[in-house]
């Protein structure tokens, strides 16, 4: 766990909470992790279902790797620490989200376990709901995919640490939600979100 190094400090509450902005924003945060392999399709089915809400009024947050790699964790590379403490400070940002009554939609590899259940605990920790989408790919079909060129790069030894090739993904054993983006369509993929978000109440059934 990371240390707290600054001292004297006390958590300030305010008079407008959780629960009143669920009311005005007619809809409950929580944060949806989607992780998998890279090219799984974890941002494709992200930017699908913030388009989808959007449409139906609600409030997201989309928060991407890459898109945080350059900004507030463009100081950190991919070895196991620097991926923890890229987790972690996902996490902490996500939460803040969830508290202020956004449906936060985070895709991120995340390829470990422990790293996973210490954002769902911190969420926890906090009152706050955490959703856990395994975007299931088979590696060929990742391999297959590959946008980016990176398994190509990561077969030729030009990246270290690529998850799947030379660094492990351990696959979540109890995911609330599991797509299998081999197998089913974005369309599909984005229902299934959405009529748990409805079964769960995050948003008002239609």
Same mark, same amino acid.
């Given at each position: 766990?990371?240390?707290?190094?600054? +001292?004297?400090?006390?958590?300030?509450?305010?008079?407008?909470?959780?629960?009143?902005? %669920?009311?005005?924003?007619?809809? &409950?945060?929580? %944060?949806?992790?989607?992780?998998?392999?890279?090219?799984?399709? &974890?941002?494709?089915?992200?930017?699908?279902?913030?388009?989808?809400? *959007?449409?139906?009024?609600?409030?997201? *947050?989309?928060?991407?790797?890459?898109?945080?790699?350059?900004?507030?964790?463009?100081?950190?590379?991919?070895?196991?620490?620097?991926?923890?403490?890229?987790?972690? $400070?996902?996490?902490?940002?996500?939460?803040?989200?969830?508290?202020?009554?956004?449906?936060?939609?985070?895709?991120?590899?995340?390829? *470990? +376990?422990?790293?996973?259940? $210490?954002? $769902?605990?911190?969420?926890?920790?906090?009152?706050?709901?955490?959703?856990?989408?395994?975007?299931?790919?088979?590696?060929?079909?990742?391999?297959?995919?590959? =946008? &980016?060129?990176?398994?190509?790069?990561? $077969?030729?030894?030009?990246?270290?640490?690529?998850?799947?090739?030379?660094?492990? *993904?351990?696959? =979540?054993?109890? =995911?609330?939600?599991?797509?299998?983006?081999?197998?089913?369509?974005?369309?599909?993929?984005?229902?299934?979100?959405?009529?748990?978000?409805?079964?769960?109440?995050?948003?008002?059934?239609?």
């Amino acid at each position: 766990m990371t240390e707290q190094k600054s +001292t004297n400090v006390h958590w300030h509450d305010g008079e407008v909470n959780r629960e009143d902005r %669920t009311q005005l924003l007619g809809q &409950k945060g929580v %944060t949806l992790w989607f992780t998998g392999l890279s090219g799984s399709g &974890k941002s494709t089915i992200a930017v699908a279902l913030e388009k989808t809400l *959007y449409q139906h009024g609600k409030l997201t *947050y989309r928060l991407d790797g890459d898109n945080i790699r350059l900004g507030i964790n463009k100081n950190l590379g991919f070895s196991a620490q620097d991926r923890s403490e890229n987790i972690r $400070r996902i996490g902490e940002i996500a939460k803040l989200f969830v508290d202020a009554g956004v449906i936060v939609l985070a895709s991120f590899i995340s390829p *470990y +376990t422990v790293d996973r259940d $210490r954002v $769902r605990q911190l969420h926890g920790d906090a009152g706050c709901d955490f959703v856990e989408v395994f975007v299931d790919c088979s590696l060929d079909q990742a391999e297959i995919r590959d =946008p &980016k060129g990176l398994y190509k790069k990561a $077969r030729a030894g030009e990246i270290k640490n690529f998850t799947g090739i030379d660094d492990p *993904y351990e696959v =979540p054993p109890h =995911p609330e939600i599991h797509l299998r983006s081999d197998q089913m369509s974005v369309e599909q993929e984005v229902d299934v979100i959405i009529n748990y978000l409805r079964e769960h109440a995050f948003i008002a059934a239609s």
